[in-house]
């Protein structure tokens, strides 16, 4: 059987990506039970299932969905009985028939290379507006596809874990956190590997993702470049406040 070759931050970013899913025993075995019911599973049903608190069920389904591996929805399955009263629960179902493992995590260097470049032919300034422009809209078509449309607004720090979560899924290996009265995101990877450091203005994707996702899924923030590891720093940080 012929393999495809891996660059090296192809390989970190696949790694990244499915660590960042499926590296707890836990979740593993969570996103076998809902294949185990395609009809869709709750927060309380998979708590039951594994002895979890609720919260800690509902964040291990949340993370599977932020990565793609699930799909969520308030609808109630075919086999809910009763009209019931309130909002309906949320039910998380397996995107693929079958247990399936996508570590097919890419960026093709031609059309990044290409990106750079053509980028840095305009105005600097305009550049980057364009950048964070094409960023913002692909993180709200990225949050739009696991939150689901009947979900209120998530709380602040909610969001912004939700993000971190899934800009891991594409190979950043993010995280939030709060430093005094600062929200920030570490990434301590970039997917776009040596063009990102050949041309920075790139580094405004990653930031208008956060905050196209974070007006998905909070509403309107202000996220500021705080370091790049295109210029030198040990990793990415985008300063968050609401």
């Given at each position: 059987m012929a393999h495809e070759t891996l660059s090296p931050t192809e390989f970190s970013s696949a790694v990244t990506a499915i660590t960042s899913a499926f590296g707890d025993p836990t979740r593993r075995q969570i996103?076998?039970?809902?294949?185990?019911?395609?009809?869709?599973v709750t927060a309380g049903e998979v708590a039951e299932r594994f002895s979890l608190h609720p919260n800690v069920a509902r964040h291990h389904l949340d993370k599977l969905a932020a990565s793609?591996?699930?799909?969520?929805?308030?609808?109630?399955?075919?086999?809910?009985?009763?009209?019931?009263?309130?909002?309906?629960?949320k039910f998380y179902?397996?995107?693929?028939e079958a247990v399936a493992?996508?570590?097919a995590i890419r960026h093709d260097d031609l059309l990044v290379t290409l990106l750079g470049r053509a980028l840095a032919?305009?105005?600097p300034n305009d550049a980057e507006a364009l950048a964070l422009e094409v960023g913002e809209d692909y993180g709200r078509a990225m949050a739009a596809s696991f939150?689901?449309?009947?979900?209120?607004q998530r709380s602040f720090r909610s969001a912004l874990h939700a993000v971190a979560d899934a800009l891991s899924a594409h190979g950043f290996d993010a995280h939030a956190e709060e430093v005094g009265n600062e929200l920030r995101i570490i990434t301590e990877h970039c997917p776009f590997g040596d063009t990102a450091s050949r041309h920075p203005v790139?580094?405004?994707?990653?930031?208008?993702?956060?905050?196209g996702m974070l007006g998905e899924l909070?509403?309107?923030?202000v996220t500021i470049t705080e370091a790049t590891r295109a210029t030198g720093s040990p990793n990415c940080i985008t300063t968050v406040s609401g």
């Open positions: 996103y076998l039970f809902t294949h185990e019911n395609p009809e869709g793609g591996h699930l799909s969520v929805s308030t609808a109630k399955p075919p086999s809910a009985s009763g009209t019931g009263a309130g909002r309906p629960s179902r397996p995107v693929e493992l996508d570590v032919l305009l105005d939150q689901d449309a009947n979900e209120s790139i580094c405004a994707v990653d930031r208008g993702m956060v905050r909070y509403g309107e923030t």
